[in-house]
């Protein structure tokens, strides 16, 4: 293969999330063969990202702008904060169009496996907003794991100070899934959420 530069640039794509080093090879050789059109713009992009994006001093969001693009978009619903893990969950609930309101990124979720502690989730900045008041309701989306459900109950407690309403999302039967191939945990939260017809 090429030099030390081919070889450096295979290794960092290889640490991107989906890229082993079969795809990361693949991905070099499409940059280096058209590196005016493919690799130098990317460069620029990768350079201009991380001169200006930064964690929302607010919500956690990455923006270059403090506060970010959905902290100060007046058309959404102020009164609502959606509590999310990580800034790809509030993405991906963004690419959905599910929710009007505003955001918490937390940073994590409590764990003894991987030793994260309260303190190292990023809680004071939403006790600071809940404190100012205007906030009706908080909607913890956090994932249907052991370390989601333990987040949710340590947030709750929390929370409970406040005049909020706290809520959770839903957890269960997704659309299109087979009760077959489901785990117990899931079919467990999909009898529980059980609604009326």
Request: net charge negative; glycine share 10%.
């Amino acid at each position: 293969m090429g030099g030390p530069e081919v070889e450096r640039l295979i290794e960092l794509l290889a640490k991107l999330p989906g890229l082993g080093p079969r795809s990361a090879r693949r991905a070099a050789l499409r940059l280096l063969q058209q590196p005016e059109t493919r690799m130098l713009p990317l460069a620029v992009a990768l350079a201009e990202a991380a001169r200006a994006v930064r964690p929302c001093g607010q919500c956690g969001n990455l923006d270059s702008r403090d506060p970010c693009t959905i902290c100060a978009d007046h058309n959404r619903d102020h009164t609502l904060v959606c509590v999310v893990e990580g800034v790809g969950d509030l993405w991906a609930l963004e690419r959905a169009h599910v929710h009007r309101g505003l955001y918490h990124v937390l940073g994590g979720t409590l764990s003894a496996l991987a030793g994260t502690r309260p303190e190292d989730l990023n809680v004071a900045p939403l006790l600071a907003r809940l404190a100012e008041g205007g906030v009706a309701e908080v909607i913890l989306a956090l994932g249907a794991t052991v370390d989601g459900a333990t987040t949710a109950h340590w947030l709750t407690e929390r929370l409970q100070p406040f005049e909020v309403t706290i809520s959770r999302i839903a957890h269960g039967m997704p659309i299109g899934g087979a009760l077959d191939v489901l785990d117990d945990g899931t079919l467990a939260a999909a009898l529980r959420a059980r609604r009326p017809l």
